[in-house]
């Protein structure tokens, strides 16, 4: 393999999100992981480096650096497994990460969230990214949000809190909102307007509240949409507690397991000749429709009001297929597939 010149199956992953755990403080409706306070594995520290560093060497022949961002679930709680991954990752001689994802359910205390932020700064953390909206907000208190951006401000710099979403945040973070007076209704209004934004991916639980709202169109509108570019070309990647590697955001769709082999032999086997099998070959040549006959022997049964998008649709049909146990080489773990209307 020439190091520079990229294989016509696979973009180098130049990005990757190590997702630490699917436990969550929340359950938001939208999670695109399912991610909930019922899960309770967690990556070991140790895994994360090797998984780190393997990401390193695969960059390093592109002559660049690994961007990665550690994410969850929920990486504040257990902060004392994000910070030894830290530490190990600083001792492996491995670049600063790029950012670390929170909801910012801790940040209740100041004195805590300086101390946590701090501890971030002596690793070389430049970024915590958080999050502002109509889902976060049912589970979060926007003041722990506020605290979180004011003291980030002050101990990272300036830029050292993002916000999704800032117009959200600066609209609301005075008080002007409070989610828990609304009316069903109203929430759900709120909802669908951020949904529609194209803000949120529609997999996992953002799927399942888009049938809810929105009435969509019949499988076959999506016929001949392949999803080739957004599996092979996204130059990203996630990799989950278990060792599963996603491509891009399609969590739950596995191009295989870094627990089981190297991720970089992962990396090596798929850039010589692309991610095999009736999922992947369905999904790169004829899109989600390329699942539906399969699946219909599993009494894949369309939603009524239809899929808003083809990625809603890829989810409704391999949850079926997850829950007929089939496939599961290239559907999991579990967490990302809790029954469709859980």
């Known amino acids: 393999m020439k190091p520079l010149n990229e294989s016509e199956h696979l973009s180098f992953w130049r990005g990757a999100g190590?997702?630490?755990?699917?436990?969550?403080?929340?359950?938001?409706?939208?999670?695109?992981?399912?991610?909930?306070?019922?899960?309770?594995?967690?990556?070991?520290?140790?895994?994360?480096?090797?998984?780190?560093?393997?990401?390193?060497?695969?960059?390093?022949?592109?002559?660049?650096?690994?961007?990665?961002?550690?994410?969850?679930?929920?990486p504040f709680g257990k902060p004392s497994v994000l910070f030894e991954l830290l530490e190990l990752a600083r001792r492996a001689g491995l670049p600063p990460v790029e950012n670390v994802e929170t909801n910012a359910f801790w940040a209740a205390d100041d004195v805590f969230v300086r101390a946590c932020l701090e501890k971030l700064k002596s690793f070389a953390v430049k970024t915590v990214v958080t999050d502002a909206d109509v889902f976060h907000q049912e589970f979060v208190a926007l003041d722990h949000v506020k605290r979180l951006v004011e003291i980030g401000r002050q101990v990272l710099g300036q830029r050292g809190v993002r916000v999704r979403w800032w117009d959200f945040y600066n609209r609301y973070v005075d008080g002007?909102?409070?989610?828990?007076?609304?009316?069903?209704?109203?929430?759900?209004?709120?909802?669908?307007?951020?949904?529609?934004?194209?803000?949120?991916?529609i997999t996992g639980r953002a799927a399942v509240l888009a049938a809810q709202l929105f009435t969509g169109r019949p499988p076959e509108a999506f016929t001949g949409q392949h999803c080739?570019?957004?599996?092979?070309?996204?130059?990203?990647?996630?990799?989950?507690?278990?060792?599963?590697?996603?491509?891009?955001?399609c969590c739950g769709l596995v191009f295989g397991n870094a627990v089981n082999e190297e991720l970089d032999e992962v990396f090596d086997w798929l850039n010589r000749h692309g991610p095999a099998g009736p999922v992947f070959d369905a999904l790169l040549n004829e899109g989600?429709?390329?699942?539906?006959?399969?699946?219909?022997r599993y009494r894949f049964t369309p939603l009524r009001q239809g899929y808003v998008t083809k990625c809603q649709l890829c989810y409704h049909l391999r949850t079926t297929l997850f829950h007929a146990h089939q496939c599961h080489k290239w559907l999991g773990p579990k967490e990302c597939y809790p029954q469709w209307d859980d």
């Open 176 to 201: 002007a909102l409070d989610i828990s007076t609304l009316s069903p209704d109203e929430v759900s209004r709120l909802q669908a307007d951020a949904l529609t934004s194209g803000r949120e991916r």
């Open 288 to 296: 989600p429709c390329g699942l539906i006959e399969f699946a219909n």
């Open 18 to 74: 190590l997702m630490l755990t699917y436990w969550c403080s929340a359950q938001c409706r939208f999670c695109y992981v399912s991610a909930a306070p019922r899960h309770v594995t967690w990556a070991d520290p140790r895994q994360v480096v090797r998984w780190w560093s393997a990401l390193e060497r695969i960059a390093q022949r592109y002559g660049e650096h690994a961007k990665v961002h550690l994410t969850g679930g929920e």
């Open 228 to 249: 080739r570019t957004a599996i092979l070309k996204s130059r990203h990647v996630h990799i989950d507690p278990h060792g599963n590697v996603f491509p891009g955001v």
